[in-house]
């Protein structure tokens, strides 16, 4: 079946600018999970979604960044007055439910470049 | 912090095992061991978890130490599709992952 997918795979934008990124999980996956991965690290959590709630938003580095899954499907990251420092790859993942151990499936995600 | 130890980097051949270190000293019991991979220019992928026995599946073997504070991944004849960034997390779910740098494996011909 389908997988995560994300896009844009590439966004180049300016700094100051408004960014909107998009996630479409696995059907039937009722949690979904945004991270980003800056050049040689790994992932670093943002926030994850159980249905259309955000049930952990600690990862989100400052109020500029926001996220919303208003049908408890697909999810939009927002960035708002982007800066050079939020250059990175921004990844999504599903999974089936947030309890128990329900791997989490990651999509292929965005490369942002703030100019 | 929640995050684990392991080398930055390791390399082996083709068709010959590999053996993955992990350290997690601080694990607390109900903690779980999870593997996940990221191949280059891929999201990360599952491999394994587990908690307190040895584990298999298709992709690799999960030996974890008796006192849990370390464990091993063990890919039992590793291709060149194996070399990859394998992330060590220890964690109680599918809640927040947190990876660290992983280890970097490189699989010569």
């Known amino acids: 079946g389908a997988g995560v997918s994300q896009t844009p795979s590439n966004k180049v934008t300016e700094k100051g600018k408004y960014v909107e990124l998009r996630c479409d999980p696995i059907?039937?996956?009722?949690?979904l999970y945004w991270y980003r991965q800056s050049l040689g690290q790994g992932p670093e959590f943002l926030i994850y979604?159980?249905?259309?709630?955000?049930?952990?938003d600690s990862g989100l580095p400052n109020d500029r960044f926001f996220a919303v899954r208003p049908e408890g499907s697909v999810s939009t990251l927002k960035i708002q007055r982007t800066e050079r420092g939020d250059s990175a790859v921004y990844l999504c993942?599903?999974?089936?439910?947030?309890?128990?151990?329900?791997?989490?499936?990651f999509g292929p995600g965005t490369r942002l470049t703030v100019l | 912090d929640a995050k684990t130890t392991q080398p930055n980097s390791m390399e082996s051949n083709e068709e010959e095992p590999v053996h993955l270190p992990c350290n997690h000293s601080?694990?607390?019991?109900?903690?779980?061991i999870h593997w996940y991979r990221q191949l280059p220019s891929q999201g990360p992928e599952y491999v394994i978890h587990?908690?307190?026995s040895n584990v298999n599946n298709r992709m690799a073997s999960l030996a974890i130490a008796e006192d849990r504070k370390s464990s091993t991944l063990i890919l039992h004849r590793a291709t060149l599709r194996d070399a990859a960034v394998y992330y060590c997390?220890?964690?109680?779910?599918?809640?927040?992952?947190?990876f660290g740098q992983g280890t970097r494996l490189t699989i010569n011909p």
């Open positions: 997390i220890r964690g109680q779910g599918a809640q927040k992952l947190v």
């Open positions: 587990g908690l307190t």
């Open positions: 979604f159980q249905g259309t709630g955000a049930a952990d």
């Open positions: 601080t694990i607390s019991g109900t903690d779980y």
């Open positions: 059907s039937g996956h009722t949690a």
């Open positions: 993942a599903s999974s089936f439910t947030s309890g128990g151990l329900n791997e989490q499936f």
